[in-house]
């Protein structure tokens, strides 16, 4: 289920969103298969959505060398997907009369702090959603969510920063034709 890391324009703070990214695609697809009905729309929507984060994060990257503009456009979706990723496991543990860990839940807390190990990657949390349950699965996925929407916030707060300082290829491109029009040569 691990696949390469590609390392975002965002440094950092992409790099590491991309990588929680990952794994919520993974263990979205082994939560669906193990907990969801797969007649259920929902097995799909879930799936879509983790996967457009992932997707959306990498993609961004790419087009950050001709447009910042897109490369923001496109971190900003794979934000929204995964806030919509993260009401769907709400959703289920609400459906199931199961508790939604609070933040200071000591599972909840233990959880949180699995994504600093070296090399984490969905094997990290594998116990935590194969072997455990669907409600610690899906809180744990809950956690998981949480933490890639912060690092998210974090990328986009860099990204709209280097925007307005600096813009992108094709930003410049544009005032430099503007400037070239005001004052030909």
Same mark, same amino acid.
């Given at each position: ?7 975002? *324009?965002g440094?950092? =703070?992409?790099?590491?969103?991309? =990588? ?10 082994? $939560?669906?298969r193990r907990?969801?009905?797969? !007649? ?11 996967? #457009?984060g ?11 060398? &001709? #447009?910042?503009?897109?490369?923001? !456009? ?10 919509? /990723?993260?009401? @769907?496991? %709400? @959703? ?7 508790d +939604?860990?609070?933040k200071? *839940?000591? %599972?909840?807390? $233990?959880?949180? %702090? ?6 984490? #990657?969905?094997m &990290?949390?594998? &116990?935590?959603?194969? @072997? !455990? ?8 996925m809950?956690?998981?969510v949480? =933490?890639?929407?912060? +690092?998210? @916030?974090k990328? /986009?707060?860099? +990204?709209? %920063? ?6 992108? $290829?094709?930003?410049?491109?544009h005032? +430099? ?5 005001? *004052?030909?040569?």
């Amino acid at each position: 289920m691990d696949e390469p890391l590609i390392p975002p *324009h965002g440094g950092y =703070q992409g790099l590491r969103a991309y =990588q929680m990214a990952v794994v919520v695609h993974d263990a979205t697809v082994e $939560f669906c298969r193990r907990y969801v009905d797969p !007649k259920s729309r929902t097995v799909d929507q879930m799936i879509q959505a983790a996967r #457009s984060g992932k997707q959306n994060i990498a993609e961004g990257s790419v087009a950050s060398g &001709t #447009s910042k503009k897109i490369e923001l !456009k496109l971190v900003g979706i794979a934000r929204a997907s995964q806030e919509e /990723l993260l009401v @769907d496991y %709400k @959703d289920f543990l609400r459906q199931r009369g199961f508790d +939604l860990w609070p933040k200071d *839940h000591e %599972k909840a807390v $233990f959880i949180r %702090k699995l994504c600093y190990k070296e090399n984490m #990657s969905y094997m &990290t949390y594998r &116990t935590y959603i194969e @072997d !455990k349950g669907p409600e610690n699965a899906a809180n744990t996925m809950v956690c998981v969510v949480n =933490q890639t929407n912060f +690092l998210l @916030d974090k990328l /986009l707060r860099q +990204l709209e %920063k280097a925007f307005l300082d600096d813009g992108g $290829f094709t930003e410049r491109m544009h005032r +430099l034709r503007q400037a070239n029009r005001n *004052h030909p040569p």
